[in-house]
């Protein structure tokens, strides 16, 4: 390795550009030694993303001499752990390596290398992005993957539906300068510009609306570009409301990360100074183009589009070298077509404009810039940037030789030269006139170093020998010396001419000596026109002599020659070309001139002018021409004007200047366009003017306020406006009224009237109703926005006297009943309802508790929104069309709470019966004032302790746990309180179900007449509400019917018929209900029995053929009714039953519905229509036999198939 040349104590950081994008070099020393460079990357570390747990390694190749040290970083973390960063370099590839062994998720961050000697240092970054094993196995994790450690945020793009406009072109304009409208729309495709516009008005107020929740105020906003330096800019000034905001920056929707300027590594930096934000790109690649975003929090502030051609100069910008005064021109010739690059001036953005033209070829290939009128501080270096690529070249502006004194032998022109140099001088001391004088008084003939090379000399008049040279010099040869010249200016010096170089010194005239103070000017005078040329000498004691182009002059040259004191003036009459000249004033030696030029104003073509001064009439969007022919003329200046504004070309506005006519086109014109257009001729002369005018028509302006109301009744509103301000460039035609009912949504229209009346009468509203109107103006060209009015209520405001005070009916706790009696005075109209208001004791505040829009209807209300025990009184207001009228007076002051009452029962049981072993609750509501205390009693004693008494508010209950037979009894509740004391008895039985009966014993003492008895139950002592009932069954009805209940004997007495054979039975009965019977013996026999003979073995059989008991009826119901069918068959064994209709089996029909219930034969029709009609038939077979029944179905309406 070599050793490093000896490194200046001096050190500077000075960037430069590597050959290797993403290379960032700081050289710290002004010169590098001869065959010395400083580090640089031939090879850079590329980006990795490896799964967690392996290895990761970085590789770089580094150049320098000497050779450069190269160190590892990351930006969030450290890396001198050996353990987890292992550094090396391999000799045979001369690689630097930084291995990362085991990788783990959170290593996932940007790496920085660094290449260091003693001449400078050299840093690229390159990140490294770990895959967890979780997002390894499943693939749709992998985008996570590349996010490093936390989630990159996108932003939320509207998405581009067919046939609309690119989203980006609307983000653009919306921060692009005005200037810059025409190039993005041409870029985006869009050609109506006149929506455009719109469009763009409607969304910049959307975004104000939004900005203003997060910003102050965002201006200054400046486009994205490529500087000098390599890097792309750019910057807007920003107020933000908090300044804890958070900035987010897109390209593309995808946010960056960026840094605050002080690490010139990041690839991209936010640079804040006071409330400018300066956003850079370093080392600018082709991927680097974009849509640009800044966004406060969520909302966005500013766009920028930055399009990056990949372009090479086919043509470089070449050295220009140019006199003071004239134009130089850099011309560079790209490789494909841009329509716009960037042109700098010592490393400053310059734009088209007064100093610089910037010109294009039509295909975009070559770009001109050309410098007007040099100066000397315009020179330095210029730099043409397309892309990534730049072009550069140098300007060097001479010293105008011309400037300088001449000899008696120059040429007129070079005079002329001469004059001019003057006349711009002395305009200048004109400025410093007062400066000019104190340095004249106190002039001592000298200038401070001058080596007769080096243009006018200023201080003593000491300027020139006219022989080529003027200075401080003496002598010819431009050497140094205190010899005079002979051209000077006065003040700094009046001008003065001494042929021979004799001396000569300004001064005031106090000395002796003569000067002037005031030289003359050049004039351009009219042809045909008087021109006076003036100039003052310090004294009026002497005269002096004028010439022209070095010939003297005399009045009897066609001038006037005149003195006024100290002022000198020449006047030319009538001035013709032969006056032009350079004109001079001599006194005592010194001398002043002027340069006097002849011509003539401007003119325009007659015939051009005659129809220039036509008014142009165009509608609204369409575009409006103007042209004014002229005869060529020398240094004509052509401007236009819009109601005094000067126009310039723009993307509204073309303005196409030629040498014998202009034209001015305005594009897509606006109502406000509408007004003198005006065209100036401009000549060194003097100028010219001619006017026209332009007239849009578009639809008229809203009608002016202020709305009148002039009439306002129950069933009538009349209104009156002012007529539009402006209509449209065409007469209204008439108007038209909209209406809308307050709390409505709907608007109606309700007149279109005639523009010469400015008023409508509305009689179709309502007293009370409140209205909201719109008024349109209408013309030929359309409907103008609408004037809006404010709520308008119809009627006058007549509102109700104040009703009676409020009456307290009753007070409660939770409720306070009111009355009360309507208003005296109504208004008017109907009262509507009432609103009540309550005030709380110790409170002003009245609380109303019902809305104005809900009145009460009545004259009584009860108000539950009370506090038990508080105080409170009560207001009423009367409600009518008008609204609420006044309060009444305010009630008695009331109590919220129960009056004292002696305690009272509701709705009390006095009996119940529990089953033996359940619990007893008996649960009695009551009410009364104050709370009462509450005993009870079981059969006049005080129940047991074991047993649970529960009070709450207004109820009491007695729970006995577990009833007993001996729980039975009267229970008594007694309520006391200082009202009175009350009580109630509550009986309560303890049973069972009851046991049967004993045996049934039959006697029969009187004929017909039988004695049932039977032995008690054995319940009967435990339950003294034990009775009993007794029921018969006889052979002839062969049913079971009650004879008797609540018997408590036991015994019966009942009528019985011979021939019979009866049977009874007992049961016990109690409040829970029957006990199981007890059965009586057979009484009596039945006669129709045959008897047969004991000794004979008789064989029963009950098999019988079928037979019908209950045959079918006849059945008419009207067609869509129902019909149901029915018939009862018999036999042993069961027979089988058939259906038919008109003779076909119909038991398989779903259309019918068949039953058949222990010989019950049914068949149902849902709804009867036409083809039910016939013969229906029912037939049971079984072994024995057959029986069968018809009848027929005749539907109403309908004839019968039968017939």
């Known amino acids: 390795m070599s050793q490093p040349a000896e490194i200046p104590t001096d050190k500077v950081e000075i960037k430069k550009r590597s050959r290797m994008p993403g290379v960032m070099i700081t050289q710290y020393v002004k010169e590098l030694p001869r065959g010395k460079t400083t580090p640089d990357f031939t090879r850079k570390p590329i980006a990795l993303t490896v799964q967690e747990g392996k290895v990761a390694i970085f590789k770089a190749v580094v150049s320098g001499d000497p050779a450069p040290t190269v160190t590892w970083a990351r930006n969030k973390g450290d890396t001198s752990d050996p353990e987890l960063y292992k550094t090396g370099y391999d000799q045979r590839s001369k690689q630097h390596i930084l291995e990362i062994t085991n990788v783990k998720v959170e290593q996932a961050d940007t790496y920085k290398c660094f290449a260091t000697n003693p001449y400078g240092t050299a840093v690229c970054t390159a990140t490294l992005g770990v895959m967890s094993d979780a997002q390894a196995n499943d693939p749709e994790d992998f985008r996570k993957m590349l996010k490093k450690t936390k989630i990159v945020k996108k932003r939320k793009e509207k998405p581009k539906k067919e046939g609309e406009i690119d989203p980006k072109f609307w983000e653009v304009m919306l921060s692009a300068r005005k200037t810059d409208y025409e190039r993005i729309c041409r870029e985006f495709g869009v050609t109506d510009y006149r929506w455009m516009l719109k469009q763009l008005n409607m969304k910049k107020k959307e975004r104000e609306d939004e900005q203003a929740k997060v910003v102050e105020k965002v201006d200054n906003m400046k486009p994205i570009e490529i500087n000098t330096s390599g890097r792309a800019e750019f910057e807007f000034d920003m107020k933000l409301n908090d300044p804890n905001s958070k900035i987010h920056v897109y390209k593309n929707g995808d946010v960056l990360d960026f840094g605050d300027g002080s690490d010139d590594s990041s690839k991209h930096n936010m640079k804040k ?11 600018v690649s082709l991927n680097d183009d974009g849509l640009y975003q800044v966004d406060v929090e969520d ?33 560079c010739i790209l490789s494909g077509p841009v329509p716009q690059i960037t042109w700098c001036a010592n490393d400053v953005s310059i734009k088209h404009e007064d100093k610089y033209n910037i010109t294009v070829s039509e295909d975009k290939l070559t770009h001109i810039l050309t410098v007007k009128d040099c100066k000397l501080e315009d020179k330095g270096v210029y730099t043409a940037i397309a892309g990534i690529k730049s072009s550069r070249a140098t300007l060097a502006v001479d010293e105008d030789p011309n400037a300088r004194g001449k000899g008696q032998g120059g040429a007129s022109d070079e005079v002329d030269d001469l004059a001019r140099r003057l006349a711009d001088e002395q305009a200048r001391l004109q400025r410093e006139k007062d400066e000019a004088a104190r340095k004249a008084k106190s002039g001592d003939g000298r200038c401070d170093g001058g080596d007769g090379s080096g243009g006018l000399g200023f201080g003593d008049g000491s300027g020139g020998d006219l022989s080529g040279n003027s200075g401080l010099g003496g002598d010819v040869s431009g050497q140094h010396g205190m010899g005079r010249g002979d051209l000077g200016v006065d003040g700094l010096g009046d001008v003065e001419s001494d042929m021979d170089g004799s001396s000569g010194t300004a001064g005031d005239g106090s000395d002796g000596e003569v000067g002037f103070a005031n030289g003359l000017s050049d004039i351009n005078a009219l042809r045909g026109k008087s021109a006076e040329l003036v100039c003052t000498l310090n004294t009026d004691k002497v005269n002096g002599v004028w010439y022209k182009n070095g010939q003297k002059l005399t009045s009897t040259d066609g001038v006037m020659i005149c003195k006024d004191g100290c002022t000198h003036k020449l006047i030319i009459k009538n001035c013709n070309d032969a006056d032009a000249g350079l004109y001079e004033f001599e006194v005592n030696g010194r001398r002043t001139q002027a340069m006097v030029r002849v011509g003539d104003l401007p003119e325009f073509d007659p015939d051009a002018l005659q129809k220039f001064s036509n008014p142009v009439m165009v509608k609204a969007g369409q575009n409006a021409s103007f042209k004014m022919s002229f005869p060529p003329q020398a240094s004509l200046e052509i401007k236009w004007f819009n109601k005094g504004s000067e126009l310039h070309d723009d993307c509204s506005v073309k303005v196409l200047k030629e040498s014998n006519h202009s034209r001015l086109q305005i594009k897509d014109c606006l109502r406000s366009d509408t007004g003198e257009i005006k065209i100036q001729l401009k000549n060194p002369f003097g100028s010219i003017e001619a006017v026209s005018s332009l007239i849009v028509l578009d639809k008229p302006g809203p009608p002016q306020g202020p709305l009148e109301t002039n009439e306002s009744t129950s069933s009538v509103l009349e209104l009156k406006w002012n007529p539009p301000k402006d209509d449209g460039g065409s007469e209204v035609t008439n108007y038209i009224i909209e209406r809308q009912q307050v709390g409505q949504n709907t608007w109606t229209k309700v007149g279109d009237i005639l523009s010469n009346h400015l008023t409508f009468r509305d009689r179709s509203v309502s007293l009370g109703k409140r209205y ?5 103006a209408e013309n030929l060209e359309g409907i103008s926005e609408a004037m809006e009015t404010g709520k308008i209520m119809a009627g006058a405001l007549l509102f109700p006297g104040p009703p009676a005070p409020p009456k307290v009916n009753s007070a409660f706790k939770t409720c306070i009943n009111l009355t009360w009696t309507p208003p005296e005075n109504n208004g008017g109209t109907k009262i509507l309802g009432y609103q009540l208001e309550k005030r709380k004791k110790d409170t002003n505040l009245w609380v109303t508790l019902n809305p104005l829009n809900e009145p009460i209807q009545g004259l009584k209300y009860a108000v539950k929104d009370v506090s038990e025990g508080s105080e409170y009184e009560f207001r009423v207001l009367a409600i009518n069309l008008s609204g609420a009228g006044e309060p009444s007076a305010p009630s008695v002051m009331v109590c919220a709470k ?3 009452m002696k305690p009272y029962f509701k709705d009390p049981e006095d009996f119940m019966v529990v089953r033996s072993g359940n619990s007893i609750r008996i649960k009695i509501n009551y009410e009364a004032s104050p709370l009462p205390e509450i005993r009870w009693l079981k059969n006049g004693e005080p129940v047991s302790p074991w047993n649970q008494i529960i009070n709450t508010d207004g109820t009491s209950t007695l729970v006995v746990p577990t009833s007993k037979y001996s729980d039975s009894g009267v229970y008594t509740i007694v309520a006391k309180n200082s009202s009175g004391q009350t009580s109630f008895d509550i009986e309560v039985r303890v049973a069972d179900e009851p046991k049967p009966p004993g045996p049934v014993e039959l006697e029969q003492v009187v004929h017909g007449k039988v004695i049932i008895t039977w032995a008690p139950s054995p ?31 036991t015994t019966y007495t009942t009528n019985i018929q011979p021939g019979r054979e009866y049977h009874f039975r007992v049961y016990a009965k109690n409040d829970l209900g ?70 076909i089996c119909i038991n398989s029909n779903h259309n019918y519905y068949i039953t058949n219930v222990f010989g019950v034969c049914s068949m149902y029709i849902l709804r009867v229509g036409n083809e039910d009609s016939g013969e229906y038939k029912v037939v049971a077979v079984n072994s024995l036999g057959r029986a069968e029944c018809s009848t027929v179905l005749k539907v109403k309406g309908t004839v019968s198939k039968l017939q």
């Open 1074 to 1143: 029957l006990s199981d019977p007890s059965v009586s013996p057979t009484w009596g026999f039945n006669s129709n029995r045959v008897s047969v003979p004991s000794n004979v073995s008789v064989m029963v059989s009950l098999e019988r053929p079928p037979s019908i008991l209950v045959p079918l009826k006849l059945h008419a119901p009207p067609k869509g009714y129902q019909c149901y069918m029915t018939c009862a068959v018999r036999g042993c064994p069961m027979p089988h039953v058939g259906w038919y209709h008109n003779g």
């Open 273 to 283: 100074t006071g409330d400018k934000y300066l956003f850079s790109i370093n080392n």
């Open 898 to 900: 129960n009056p004292n």
């Open 299 to 331: 909302v966005n502030v500013f766009s920028t589009n930055f399009t990056i051609p990949d372009v090479e100069f086919n043509g470089m910008l070449k050295d220009a070298k140019v006199v003071e005064g004239h134009d130089a021109m850099f011309e």
């Open 772 to 776: 909201t109107y719109r008024i349109y």
């Open 1019 to 1049: 319940d009967q002592e435990n339950d003294d509400r034990l009775h009993y009932l007794v029921t018969e069954h006889n052979s002839n009805s062969r049913i079971w019917r009650t004879i008797s209940d609540h018997l408590f004997s």
